[in-house]
């Protein structure tokens, strides 16, 4: 199972453990995703049947809130066993391709973003309002019950209640294109009280793994970066050593990697950024991280590292 098809039957169950949580019949709603011809069809098939017997523009909002804790796998247990609320919404934001890519999610300036991508509005609607409830929905309760949000913006049209408005404990706007949820002051610093900082350290490593493997399934160059994750361990990989491994000659290998409008020390450098915040997480001493990345000096590496990301391989490990 590719990981589209995988992401789509995760995203059935849930779907359906959410509903039934709401007391709508979850073998009916298995049955109305049988008979369709595909796992993107049957998914339409059952929002439609939820919302003929349960219309509400506040209804997959509520699903999604439903959805019994576990079902998004690694994510859910990311996100659950962060420190604080800031720390899991960013952990959410940096796995949650491994959820779904038909959603952006992401966290700036104490505004959590959901982005549904392009569509119908109807559509687009069901998409962002699902998200949104499962995604508050968890942390609400990791949280201990209250979210201190400020304002929402919610890109859907009103419901016919204040339900909504009332959970969120915020004023509401309607009908924009987006989802957005900004926090008061200091809300985000609100701890999680199932903050597990040793799973945390395990999940993100299991997280990165996959993260990558799905990366390469779509990824035109994701064969030629898989080799040179392979050649890194403690070493410099070179265009030469990468195409041995790959079993192809180097000119070759340079003609793949320009199709796909790019060139070997920009994958290198592509790698080796990704490779060193992942190790700097867990976290590894900077002098360990310089080591197996292939630099010979530390200097070299911190120099390297702050030309990605802008700072120092200790400001990031302080800051994750």
């Known amino acids: 199972m590719d990981s589209a098809t995988a992401a789509l039957t995760v995203d059935l169950r849930a779907i359906v453990a959410g509903a039934s949580a709401l007391g709508l019949d979850a073998a009916t709603l298995h049955r109305v995703a049988r008979g369709q011809p595909d796992l993107h069809q049957g998914l339409g098939a059952v929002w439609r049947s939820i919302l003929a017997e349960r219309p509400g523009w506040d209804t997959p909002f509520w699903i999604g809130a439903s959805v019994p804790f576990g079902h998004y796998d690694v994510v859910d247990y990311l996100a659950g066993s962060s420190r604080t609320l800031r720390d899991g919404l960013q952990r959410l934001q940096r796995y949650f391709r491994l959820v779904s890519t ?30 949104s409830g499962t995604v508050l929905g968890r942390f609400h309760r990791a949280a201990g019950g209250t979210l201190a949000l400020a304002e929402v913006c919610v890109g859907a049209p009103a419901p016919d209640t204040d339900q909504l408005e ?49 990366d390469d399934e779509t990824d035109p160059v994701g064969p030629i970066r898989r080799a040179i994750r392979e050649e890194l361990p403690g070493r410099e990989p070179t265009l030469a050593a990468t195409a041995r491994r790959l079993g192809v000659s180097e000119r070759s290998l340079q003609r793949r990697l320009a199709d796909a409008s790019t060139n070997f020390r920009d994958l290198l450098g592509e790698e080796r950024m990704a ?5 700097l997480r867990r976290p590894l001493p900077v002098q360990e991280v310089a080591h197996l990345l292939g630099y ?17 391989p200790r400001d990031y490990q302080r800051a994750t």
């Open 166 to 214: 009332d959970w969120l404990r915020a004023p509401c706007t309607f009908e924009h294109d987006h989802f957005a949820f900004r926090f008061q002051p200091g809300g985000l610093d609100q701890p999680l009280r199932d903050a597990d900082p040793q799973l945390l350290r395990v999940l993100t490593r299991y997280a990165d793994e996959l993260l990558s493997r799905r």
């Open 102 to 131: 038909k959603v952006e999610v992401s966290l700036a300036h104490a505004t959590l973003t959901i982005r549904p991508g392009v569509g119908p509005a109807l559509q687009r609607a069901v998409m962002g309002m699902y998200t």
């Open 275 to 279: 490779w060193a915040q992942s190790l």
């Open 296 to 312: 010979s000096e530390q200097s070299a590496f911190a120099r390297a590292f702050r030309r990605w990301t802008g700072r120092t």
